[in-house]
């Protein structure tokens, strides 16, 4: 065997992003930041917000005009899940802050359409899909505890649900059922979008990577899941119209997480 053959091979760079450790005060941080980008440029986190907050009236709307008023919370629930994909040009918007760029909104709208054919796309077909389960359960579990009867109202339909023991179990089930898909679709996707608009990887890779983040942080990642859920229902309670404000503190604090909790590549 020559010295040539005998020669170490050098290890093979590893390319998966790399995770760090983060604490609670690393959310603090996170949403403090979130809120200064909001601060710093109103415009776009208000234009964005009020294309959530539009779709969620219109989802109230449809439901309403249709017949099916017991199904204004479970989509007003399943509706928080496409946060994260709306909240995209939000995250471009802390990007280029980070990078001292100038904001444009032909710039800012050219990156979000152009992830349509990027990998950021299926991440949106991912979230979709999970939002059909969970409305798939929601309707088998309507037939399990209340059957097939039919509500007039809304009123009509939560004034079952709080004094029937019927209501009560399919709450309580529903709940249950649906803060599960909720902690699966949160852990997928938390780090994968801003990763993808940040980094060319495949969106396996980046919901291998947000599911990592999550599970070696978990005390802070779900506390900063449980503050965008405490926070949205908040905001949805006066007909969508807090949706303005907070999804765009909460797509600039999202991006500023995944700073902290995905480290830099390293340099070639």
Do not use: K
């Amino acid at each position: 065997m020559t010295q040539m053959d005998a020669a170490p091979q050098p290890a093979p760079r590893r390319l998966d992003p790399q995770i760090g450790r983060i604490g609670v005060a690393d959310v603090v941080e996170a949403f403090a930041a979130g809120l200064r980008d909001f601060q710093a440029a109103p415009l776009y986190g208000l234009f964005f917000g009020g294309i959530y907050a539009l779709g969620g009236l219109f989802i109230l709307m449809s439901v309403t005009r249709l017949g099916m008023p017991y199904l204004a919370y479970p989509l007003a629930a399943g509706f928080v899940l496409i946060g994260p994909f709306v909240a995209v040009g939000l995250y471009e918007v802390s990007r280029r802050r980070e990078r001292q760029e100038a904001l444009r909104w032909s710039g800012i709208l050219g990156v979000v359409l152009a992830q349509g054919r990027r990998e950021l796309s299926w991440m949106a077909f991912v979230a979709l899909f999970l939002m059909m389960i969970w409305l798939y359960q929601v309707r088998l579990l309507l037939a399990l505890f209340l059957g097939f009867q039919s509500f007039a109202s809304f009123g009509g339909f939560l004034t079952v649900l709080a004094t029937t023991p019927e209501g009560l179990m399919f709450l309580a089930v529903g709940n249950l059922v649906g803060a599960v898909l909720a902690t699966v679709l949160f852990s997928l996707t938390v780090v994968s979008f801003p990763l993808l608009l940040d980094r060319e990887v495949d969106f396996i890779t980046a919901m291998i990577t947000s599911v990592r983040a999550v599970a070696l942080n978990p005390v802070p990642m779900l506390g900063f899941a449980a503050a965008i859920v405490a926070l949205s229902v908040v905001a949805m309670l006066p007909a969508f119209l807090g949706l303005v404000v907070i999804l765009p503190v909460l797509g600039h604090a999202t991006w500023h997480l995944y700073r902290r909790v995905v480290l830099p590549p390293a340099p070639c």
